[in-house]
Nanobody, 117 residues
Framework: VHVVESGGGLVQPGGSLRLSCAAS????????MRWYRQAPGKARELVAG????????TYADSVKGRFTISRDNAKNTVSLQMSSLKPEDTAVYYC???????????WGQGTQVTVSS
């Protein structure tokens, strides 16, 4: 199983970034996909989630209207488009895959997002 995030970096406040997550080794189209983030000294928090078919999407209140999660089951990828970024969005962002029965979960290694002027 491989879950690999990419797209992180340094961006100024108000800017945008697009994170991508490429997965392999499991039936991607059956899994719920989520993005989490963890800032220094804080607990990991759920940022956004998307159902296996893409029909159900949820966001943390702190990112609603600014972030958009999407998936491409043909390419086994999930993305997080982040706009109007704020310094408080600074964190390591993790891609997470959860099996339909919630009995398996896979994590990527994380990608750093830093929002600073």
């Amino acid at each position: 199983v491989h879950v690999v995030e990419s797209g992180g970096g340094l961006v100024q406040p108000g800017g945008s970034l697009r994170l991508s997550c490429a997965a392999s080794g499991f039936t991607f189209s059956s899994y719920v996909m989520r993005w989490y983030r963890q800032a220094p000294g804080k607990a990991r928090e759920l940022v956004a989630g998307i159902s296996s078919g893409g029909g159900l999407i949820t966001y943390a209140d702190s990112v609603k209207g600014r972030f958009t999660i999407s998936r491409d089951n043909a390419k086994n990828t999930v993305s997080l488009q982040m706009s109007s970024l704020k310094p408080e969005d600074t964190a390591v962002y993790y891609c997470n895959a959860v099996s339909p029965r919630l009995d398996e979960a896979y994590w990527g290694q994380g990608t750093q997002v830093t929002v600073s002027s």
